[in-house]
């Protein structure tokens, strides 16, 4: 054989065409579109389920921009409040009350109410 007769014997691959490749694609974004919606609007009842549910949604939430943590060099800068002063008492019957503030405890036992020492 002469070597113009091995060149037109192979032959060539066929042209892919680009819509094929596009269908596909779209395919492909339309089952990442459908996991994400049953990933994000589901109600699984195993708590696996639920922990993968929720990190899902966080880690979605940073990607797209929604879940932005404050600054923490900006959190250290800002005072913050004093911690709400805890009070106990006791009531007639000799029983512990602890309670959040002052005005959680009975008139008749704001007298005898103490504040706990944090």
Do not use: C
Not at 32 to 57: F, I, K, N
């Amino acid at each position: 054989m002469t070597r113009k007769a091995r060149r037109s014997s192979r032959k060539t691959p066929p042209r892919r065409r680009p819509g094929r490749l596009l269908f596909w694609v779209g395919v492909f974004l339309l089952i990442l579109l459908g996991v994400d919606r049953m990933l994000l609007r589901g109600s699984p009842t195993h708590p696996l389920l639920q922990q993968v549910q929720s990190s899902y949604a966080d880690l979605r939430g940073r990607l797209l921009g929604q879940n932005r943590p404050g600054d923490p060099v900006a959190e250290l800068l800002v005072p913050q409040q004093a911690p709400a002063r805890s009070y106990v008492y006791a009531d007639d019957h000799g029983v512990l009350h602890f309670v959040d503030s002052l005005q959680q405890v009975p008139l008749r036992y704001r007298g005898a109410a103490q504040a706990l020492e944090e």
